[in-house]
């Protein structure tokens, strides 16, 4: 926790904050080691970050003197990421890595590949969702959360938003064989598209090529899924 | 298990391997659903890579007969790392993570903010190590051993070991707050350093910059150790 994320329902007013739930008090005690008068980083969901002071810690929660909140988080990565979805422990992790990477807008996706228990796992509820997101932001001192969009059925998203998105965004698909390298440093936003363990079968990659993605790999080796999102998203940043 | 990494020991002449330990013969029948006549990739530790038919799968172990074994493993990523010693379980997971990449040559260092009980970890038994190595190659289909060194002793590693390294190597010292952002696509040889989890202490700053160091850092965002280390790797890389 870089960053104390607070709800704007934490905020008792201008300059003030109460933080009351057992897992933000938890690492104050235990990770921070906080005692009243130190100075920590807090930011609002969606707003801006700044430092504040904690005035008190105890059954009642922890309080915070707040400094101006002035500083705005650091820049979105302009890169969408749509990723065939990973088994659960996979899952939480990457929603954590891309959301630390500044990634804004996550569309998990059914592929002949995924495994259809995967779709029944608690990890997708919107909760879970959520805390993953918020320890991502933490981590990384961002306050901006990330959409995160399911979508059960390959081809109507592929076929009709995944192409409209296209026509605005540059869409790159990461699928070994394909002939170019993944480019360096983009300038324009784009769509990353990232296959399952065992990869898109041929009928996908034709169904996202169609849509207008260009195919892209990252040499011979052959990654996990949650390697290769985070060294895709490091090589087009 | 993208290739069945084979120990010389496991070869019974030329065109023959015999595999038979449990881990293997698991993945084998679990994973990989395998039944003889199946193709699959092989490749002999240390050499070179190329395909072979499962003859049998049964109690006795996995018989294979090998085609020629005459592809050469992906190009190594020549790019060593000194990494401050992880957590256990992040470390686990970054010795796959980084082998997978192709790194060849890992070092853990003790430095001031490494809890000193990570050093007594069974995650660091020269066979635990091993275990991770082998699942990096197997997962990115390589067959070269990376050489990973313990070092216990901050001062006497930076000044005298790195130092001398670098006079060959360009050393790269990730950092939050330095001022050059990390390159892009080295095409020389490097030394990558990086942190623990809430960095590295001033003094072991300018030790590594007085080493020969150049600082460089990811941006603004603060990433935890294990998606750092793959980022910076992608991006160099």
Redesign the interface.
């Known amino acids: 926790m870089?960053l104390i994320l607070l709800d704007p329902a934490d905020l008792t007013d201008d300059h003030h904050a109460w933080v009351r739930d057992p897992r933000r008090l938890r690492h104050l005690r235990e990770v921070h080691r906080a005692r009243p008068g130190d100075e920590l980083t807090l930011g609002v969901s969606g707003g801006s970050i700044g430092r504040g002071r904690l005035v008190s810690l105890d059954e009642d929660g922890a309080r915070f003197a707040l400094d101006a909140l002035d500083q705005a988080p650091?820049?979105a990565l302009d890169i969408e990421l749509v990723l065939a979805l990973p088994r659960p422990r996979m899952l939480a992790r990457s929603l954590?890595?891309v959301t630390?990477?500044?990634v804004k807008r996550i569309t998990l996706l059914h592929t002949r590949r995924v495994e259809k228990s995967y779709w029944q796992s608690p990890e997708l509820s919107a909760e879970k969702i959520h805390q993953h997101l918020v320890l991502g932001l933490e981590?990384?001192?961002?306050t901006v959360m990330p959409e995160v969009e399911l979508e059960t059925h390959f081809k109507p998203f592929v076929e009709d938003r995944l192409a409209t998105r296209l026509k605005v965004r540059r869409g790159l698909l990461a699928h070994p064989g394909m002939q170019a390298a993944c480019p360096?440093?983009l300038t324009s936003p784009a769509t990353l598209v990232v296959g399952p363990e065992g990869g898109f079968i041929p009928y996908e990659v034709e169904a996202l090529l169609a849509a207008g993605c260009q195919g892209i790999h990252?040499?011979?080796?052959?990654?996990?899924v949650e390697?290769a999102v985070?060294?895709?998203?490091?090589?087009l940043g």
Not at 139 to 142: V, Y
Not at 218 to 224: A, E, F, N
């Open positions: 870089n650091p820049a954590e890595h630390a990477l500044g981590q990384a001192r961002d360096r440093g990252l040499g011979s080796r052959i990654l996990r390697t985070i060294a895709l998203l490091a090589r």
